[in-house]
Structures are given as structure tokens and as C-alpha cells.
């Protein structure tokens, strides 16, 4: 896992989180201003969470259409990243390895200044962000040489856990950064895994995850779509299983989903798609073949060009089905 110890096992240490008004909420107080970059339905909830703890949250964003919005979460939002800059801890939560990097190196082609050049020595970047473990490497060297620190927290869980403050969250970096930021950890999730000192192992651990949870969403739709065609209802089928042997989370939370056809927009199929790039890209590295992964992808990539891209990754189901011949597949007219 990490590139000093590569046939190391994990070493898990895990805290669990805090409800509002314990520990966390008053540790909080300690922290000065948070910045906070990437205001999304993930990001807008959880700064939202830290004002309503009492904490003053500058939220960062370039169009200024969504000001009055971010304000009514009680942040204080900004156009300017350099509101961010005397900011001791920065917490980005964005898309993609692309997004990441910009925001940490700028861009002088469109005047945008990074976090790396601006940030006060000893003040922390708390990535949030699920992307590559090349990209979080890049990013914690480039810190590290201006004297600042990094760690890697990426979350598990949706909007909705977002909201009521049940992230699980997989935290990598120096010791004493993490512990800076568990106040604001304990704030957002309801536990803290800390997997070690180098932040891509919290990055690689997150995708391998986000994989075990794709290919569980893709067999839930197959074996949905054969009750289906049998002309069963598949709720009672999705009830047994989820109540015997496959009781976990992922199972029971999409299970039920899919089984009342539910795609409302959630994790979208082209930011599970990303994922399913770097976790595949990851396993070559290390010479391991994940085939279970690439029909996932496939499976995506068919889902997007279809017209599906709004639709949350439960919509996995939903391609299973027509492939099964149960739905008609709609005919998708290019722009």
C-alpha cells in the first residue's frame, strides 16, 4: 500500500465520530476559520454542518450566482481564493484529480491562485476528494515543500449521510495533522478510519471500496432483472437476501433502491465512471487483473451513452434491465 512498506498490511486505527454537541462540536473552537472549496451536493452539506457547529466557514466559488445560496447555509462564500489563504485548515471536496490540482497549483491562464503558493506555512489541506493516489502523492510533496501539511480524508457515503453527519471517513497524513483535524472529522462523520502516514493509501483504500460497492449494484440489477422476467416482484427477493446473507450496508441501502426502480440523481454514472478509471488503473500497476470492474465499466460507458449520465450509480439496475430485454432502450439524440 505504501510505497515505503508495499507488502505491508493495513494498519487500521479508527476513532469514532461525534453527535453534535460532544466532543467535537466544542474541539471545533479550537480551529479558527475553515475554508472550504467545492460547494457540491456532498460539499454544500457538510460546510453547512460545520457553521451550524458555531464554526466560520469561507466557501469558495467562482460564479457569483451562487452566493445567495451558500449564504443561506450560513456560509460566508467568496470569489476569491485568497479569502482562503489565512485559513489554518483548507478543506477541498471536488470531482476529480484535475479540479484538485488546479485549485492547489492555480492557473495563470485564468488568474487563479493556488492553495500551495498562498497557504501560511504549518496550514493543513484536508482533501476530501476521491482522486488518483498519483495525484494525492503530487499534492502532499508540492505542500510539503512550502512547508504546509496534507491529509487525505476521502469519505464514504451520499448527499443524505452527508446531511446527518454518518460519512465514514478514511484518513491518511502526518499524525499530528490528523489529529489538528479530527475535530472537524468528528464533525462531519460518524467515524474516523486512520490507515497511516501516506495520504494515497486513504485514496486507494476509498476506490477499492467504491469498486466492492459498483460490482455489488451491478450483480443487484442481474439477479433483480431474472426475478423481474419471471414475473416475481423483486421486493420480497431484495428483503430475503438483505436479511440473510448479504446484510451489509451497500445491499440493503441499493437493494431497496433498485428494487423500486429508484435513479433519482445521486452518485453520478460519469463520477463512478472516473472512479472506475483509477481503480482499474491502480490494479495494472500492481499487476492485478479486476475483470468484475471492467464489466462495470462497460456497463457505464453504455448507461452514459444512453442518456443516463443524471442518473445514480443504482441506475446499473436499470441498464441490466433493458439489457434483459424488460424496457424498451430509448433512443438517445445527439445535441
Same mark, same amino acid.
Given at each position: 500500500?505504501s510505497k515505503?512498506?508495499?507488502?505491508?498490511?493495513i494498519?487500521?486505527?479508527?476513532?469514532?465520530?461525534?453527535?453534535?454537541?460532544?466532543?467535537?462540536?466544542?474541539?471545533?473552537?479550537?480551529?479558527?476559520?475553515?475554508g472550504?472549496?467545492?460547494?457540491?451536493?456532498?460539499?454544500?452539506?457538510?460546510?453547512?454542518?460545520?457553521a451550524?457547529?458555531?464554526?466560520?466557514?469561507?466557501?469558495?466559488?467562482?460564479?457569483?450566482?451562487?452566493?445567495?445560496?451558500?449564504?443561506?447555509?450560513?456560509?460566508?462564500?467568496?470569489?476569491? =481564493?485568497?479569502?482562503?489563504?489565512?485559513?489554518?485548515?483548507? =478543506?477541498?471536496?471536488?470531482?476529480?484529480?484535475?479540479?484538485?490540482?488546479?485549485?492547489?497549483?492555480?492557473?495563470?491562464?485564468?488568474?487563479?491562485?493556488?492553495?500551495?503558493?498562498?497557504?501560511?506555512?504549518?496550514?493543513?489541506?484536508?482533501?476530501?476528494?476521491?482522486?488518483?493516489?498519483?495525484?494525492?502523492?503530487?499534492l502532499?510533496?508540492?505542500?510539503?515543500?512550502?512547508g504546509?501539511?496534507?491529509?487525505?480524508?476521502?469519505?464514504?457515503?451520499?448527499?443524505?449521510a452527508?446531511k446527518?453527519?454518518?460519512?465514514?471517513?478514511i484518513?491518511?497524513?502526518?499524525?499530528?495533522? =490528523?489529529?489538528?483535524?479530527?475535530?472537524?472529522?468528528?464533525?462531519?462523520?460518524?467515524?474516523?478510519?486512520?490507515?497511516?502516514?501516506?495520504?494515497?493509501d486513504?485514496?486507494?483504500?476509498?476506490?477499492?471500496?467504491?469498486?466492492?460497492?459498483?460490482?455489488?449494484?451491478?450483480?443487484?440489477?442481474?439477479?433483480?432483472?431474472v426475478?423481474?422476467?419471471?414475473?416475481?416482484?423483486?421486493?420480497?427477493?431484495?428483503?430475503?437476501?438483505?436479511?440473510?446473507?448479504?446484510?451489509g450496508r451497500?445491499?440493503?441501502?441499493?437493494?431497496?433502491?433498485?428494487?423500486?426502480?429508484?435513479?433519482?440523481?445521486?452518485?453520478?454514472l460519469?463520477?463512478?465512471?472516473?472512479?472506475?478509471?483509477?481503480?482499474?488503473a491502480?490494479?495494472?500497476?500492481?499487476?492485478?487483473?479486476?475483470p468484475?470492474?471492467?464489466v462495470?465499466?462497460?456497463?457505464l460507458?453504455?448507461g =452514459?451513452?444512453?442518456?443516463?449520465?443524471?442518473?445514480?450509480?443504482?441506475?446499473?439496475?436499470?441498464?441490466?434491465?433493458?439489457?434483459?430485454?424488460?424496457?424498451?432502450?430509448?433512443?438517445?439524440?445527439?445535441?
Amino acid at each position: 500500500m505504501s510505497k515505503h512498506q508495499p507488502n505491508s498490511p493495513i494498519a487500521i486505527a479508527s476513532a469514532p465520530g461525534n453527535l453534535p454537541g460532544q466532543r467535537g462540536d466544542a474541539a471545533l473552537s479550537c480551529v479558527g476559520e475553515i475554508g472550504f472549496v467545492g460547494l457540491g451536493h456532498m460539499g454544500a452539506a457538510m460546510a453547512a454542518n460545520l457553521a451550524a457547529s458555531g464554526r466560520r466557514v469561507i466557501a469558495y466559488v467562482r460564479r457569483p450566482d451562487q452566493i445567495g445560496r451558500l449564504e443561506a447555509l450560513g456560509l460566508r462564500p467568496t470569489t476569491d =481564493i485568497g479569502d482562503l489563504l489565512d485559513c489554518k485548515i483548507v =478543506i477541498s471536496m471536488l470531482p476529480d484529480d484535475d479540479a484538485v490540482r488546479e485549485i492547489v497549483f492555480g492557473r495563470k491562464d485564468i488568474g487563479l491562485d493556488g492553495l500551495a503558493a498562498g497557504l501560511m506555512p504549518g496550514a493543513i489541506h484536508l482533501s476530501m476528494s476521491t482522486i488518483s493516489t498519483a495525484a494525492a502523492s503530487l499534492l502532499a510533496s508540492e505542500h510539503a515543500r512550502k512547508g504546509q501539511g496534507y491529509v487525505a480524508a476521502p469519505v464514504f457515503g451520499n448527499p443524505d449521510a452527508a446531511k446527518a453527519r454518518q460519512l465514514f471517513i478514511i484518513a491518511a497524513g502526518r499524525s499530528a495533522d =490528523i489529529v489538528r483535524c479530527q475535530p472537524i472529522l468528528d464533525n462531519l462523520g460518524q467515524r474516523t478510519f486512520v490507515i497511516g502516514a501516506d495520504p494515497q493509501d486513504a485514496n486507494l483504500v476509498k476506490l477499492l471500496g467504491n469498486m466492492m460497492s459498483a460490482t455489488a449494484l451491478e450483480m443487484l440489477g442481474e439477479v433483480v432483472a431474472v426475478v423481474r422476467k419471471r414475473g416475481l416482484d423483486p421486493q420480497p427477493f431484495v428483503d430475503i437476501m438483505t436479511g440473510t446473507m448479504f446484510g451489509g450496508r451497500a445491499h440493503k441501502i441499493y437493494g431497496d433502491k433498485i428494487a423500486r426502480q429508484t435513479y433519482a440523481a445521486g452518485f453520478a454514472l460519469p463520477l463512478v465512471l472516473k472512479d472506475v478509471r483509477l481503480a482499474l488503473a491502480e490494479a495494472e500497476k500492481a499487476g492485478v487483473p479486476m475483470p468484475s470492474v471492467g464489466v462495470v465499466r462497460d456497463r457505464l460507458i453504455t448507461g =452514459i451513452a444512453r442518456g443516463y449520465g443524471d442518473l445514480d450509480w443504482t441506475a446499473l439496475a436499470l441498464i441490466a434491465a433493458e439489457e434483459a430485454g424488460l424496457y424498451a432502450v430509448p433512443s438517445v439524440t445527439p445535441d
